[in-house]
């Protein structure tokens, strides 16, 4: 079985003085690990001691734990870093100025799950927009489609039925991996976000999950297992 390595792991073997004196918001939840089920929390926070300056959460919460659908999760405080989780899937869908304050960059660690109505997508989304609106950075950490990146089902969004479930005009199976999708819509829809891709090394189009030798951990309670 071929292994690849995610953007998570890529970007672990990078040089520190890429984010050198930057304080660091992390969006994640419990699939945001490496090969060894370590979070990406804890690694950031490893090597980059004392920059992680806020956590945010998408839809489900941080710790994936809200099942139906239109159960919201609060703000929390990490009481081991003493930094704010803030929920994006809560009082608001979009990170507000005061959200992002405290932060210079974003690393988005999330694994879609490769359908438009999967709403990690719509937050990242949202993610890029608000922070280009502050002229700050966003750097994505790219997993793969877990269904694969070549078939294309399904009709694309109509406009004017644009919603948090279905924001752009793509097919209901898209195809992209988070990487993608955030420099598709990035550059397509003119968000205009300062954008860094941590690609991953080895994932080939033709792969569903199981081809990766990566394990599997839940995303959202209705997802066990990726097929």
Not at 31 to 58: E, M, T
Not at 183 to 204: H, K, Q, S, V
Request: charged share 20%; hydrophobic share 40%; glycine share 8%.
């Amino acid at each position: 079985m071929i292994t690849i390595t995610t953007g998570l792991e890529n970007f672990l073997t990078r040089p520190r003085s890429e984010l050198a004196g930057k304080r660091i918001g992390l969006l994640c939840n419990p699939a945001s690990v490496n090969r060894q089920f370590l979070h990406a929390r804890d690694l950031i926070q490893q090597k980059f001691p004392g920059q992680l300056a806020a956590l945010f959460s998408p839809q489900h919460g941080f710790f994936a734990e809200k099942q139906d659908n239109m159960v919201e999760s609060a703000d929390f405080m990490d009481n081991d870093l003493k930094i704010p989780v803030f929920s994006l899937y809560g009082k608001t869908r979009i990170p507000t100025p005061e959200m992002l304050d405290p932060i210079d960059v974003l690393i988005v660690d999330l694994i879609d799950v490769g359908t438009r109505v999967y709403t990690f997508t719509s937050t990242l989304s949202y993610c890029l927009a608000a922070v280009a609106a502050l002229k700050k950075q966003v750097v994505v950490l790219d997993r793969p489609n877990p269904v694969g990146g070549i078939q294309v089902e399904g009709n694309c969004l109509i406009p004017a039925l644009r919603s948090f479930v279905g924001r752009y005009e793509i097919p209901m199976r898209h195809g992209l991996t988070m990487g993608e999708y955030a420099a598709f819509i990035n550059e397509t829809y003119a968000i205009g976000c300062d954008l860094n891709i941590i690609p991953m090394i080895g994932w080939r189009r033709r792969m569903y999950f199981h081809d990766t030798g990566l394990p599997w951990v839940t995303p959202s309670p209705n997802l066990p297992t990726p097929a």
